[in-house]
């Protein structure tokens, strides 16, 4: 299969047109890849038109994967709509998408491979998620390997996800190259998730305090402690009575380390990002902002 740069329609490429697929390419073309499990939104499109924008060609992979997820029942709530992600696909250009079936991913049973990934996974929502950044590894790793892709582009919405998967291309020997990007927000500042399709029109609106709460520390210009910023968006995310917090860490945003809890972000110098996760009901959502650039 020949790929068809700036041609409709988005072509369903399978793993016996991969290899061919890359040999046609013209020499020192570059691919781009966006890794989806679907139910794909503005913020997945925002990925590929940036992959457009770097790359030659840009692939997109559908997949829901298991192993990352801590609850069977999220797993099987998870929204598919591979049909409509596909017209969505088309519509911004995106050359081919790649729809693997499990046994081609896990042919070994379906289990989490178990890499180095330098304390990042069992971190912040990797300890409210064991196994979860091991699941994200195995599968993207996979993907690599069956993709070859030079870039990869995620989004950083899943700011310790995008951490995670830069040290899995640091294992790879930086390849692919990983671009992040920038977080995709509602008007009202809610930050767009596959997950928001499960929220009703009224959580939709109530879970936009969750930007406006990371916007308020921003604006207080390193002045809070991480002490002082959990009380105050604690109070401020739960004030409606619709939504429960789960977590606020304040880290550093290079290595995710914890700044001293009591003394203020300015007193530090570094670039501090506040990672937040709530439930609007069951529906667990999660943000993040830099507040302070150091
Ligand atoms: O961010 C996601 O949608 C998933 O974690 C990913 C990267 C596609 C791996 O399943």
Known sequence: MT?????????????????????????????????????????????????MQHCDVVVASIYINPT????????????????????????VGCHAVFLPET?????????P????????????????????????????????????PDKAFFG?????????????ATIRDSNPEIIPCPIVREPS??????????L???????????????????DSQGSLSPVEIQSQMTGAIQASGALIVEAIDVVCADDLT???PMIPLRNHDKKVQVMVSAFAGEVRLIDNLTVYTG
Not at 18 to 45: C, D, N, R, Y
Not at 68 to 84: E, K, M
Not at 103 to 111: C, E, I, N, S, T
């Open 3 to 51: 790929p068809t740069p700036n041609q409709a329609p988005t072509q369903l490429i399978s793993v016996a047109d991969i290899i061919a697929w890359k040999q046609a390419l013209e020499k020192g073309s570059t691919v781009g890849f966006v890794p989806t499990m679907g139910a794909l939104h503005e913020g997945h499109l925002a990925l590929i038109q940036s992959a």
């Open 68 to 91: 990352q997820f801590n609850l069977s029942a999220d797993f099987s709530a998870y929204p598919s709509d591979v049909d409509g992600d596909i017209a969505m696909l088309h519509s």
């Open 103 to 111: 046994d081609l991913l896990y042919p070994h049973g379906v289990a």
């Open 113 to 148: 491979d178990h890499f180095d990934l330098a304390g990042l996974d069992g971190l912040l929502e990797g300890a409210h998620r064991p196994g979860h950044f091991q699941g994200v590894a195995t599968v993207v790793n996979r993907l690599f390997d069956l993709l070859m």
């Open 156 to 168: 950083l919405k899943d700011f310790q996800q995008v951490k995670v998967v830069q040290q899995l």
């Open 189 to 198: 500042g809610l930050a767009m998730s596959s997950r928001n399709r499960r």
């Open 200 to 218: 009703t029109p009224d959580q939709c609106a109530d879970a936009s305090v969750i930007f406006i709460a990371l916007q308020a520390i921003a």
């Open 258 to 260: 914890c700044p001293d």
